[in-house]
């Protein structure tokens, strides 16, 4: 399945972090700009499963089993400030 979107009003700053990230993995900012978004995307659902199952456990109980492997450090620490 094909979709098209369109950003409009990006930095230029971002547009130029963009093309130099892409230009660094010899990919096109495209290809780069989708890989960015759906490592977003993937994390944010880390995060919202993780913090679904924090309201139902316990804060405590579910930390461990977010801590195995399934989020980083950082991730588990933003869920837990319910960033």
Do not use: C, Y
């Amino acid at each position: 399945m094909s979709s098209t979107l369109t950003i409009r009003n990006l930095e230029e700053s971002v547009k130029q972090k963009l093309r130099v990230l892409a230009a660094s993995h010899g990919r096109s900012m495209e290809a780069e700009a989708r890989d960015i978004l759906k490592q977003g995307v993937m994390l944010k659902n880390k995060a919202l499963s993780a913090e679904e199952s924090l309201s139902k456990k316990g804060k405590f109980n579910a930390l461990i089993g977010t801590w195995k492997g399934r989020l980083s450090t950082d991730e588990v620490m933003q869920v837990t400030r319910g960033e």
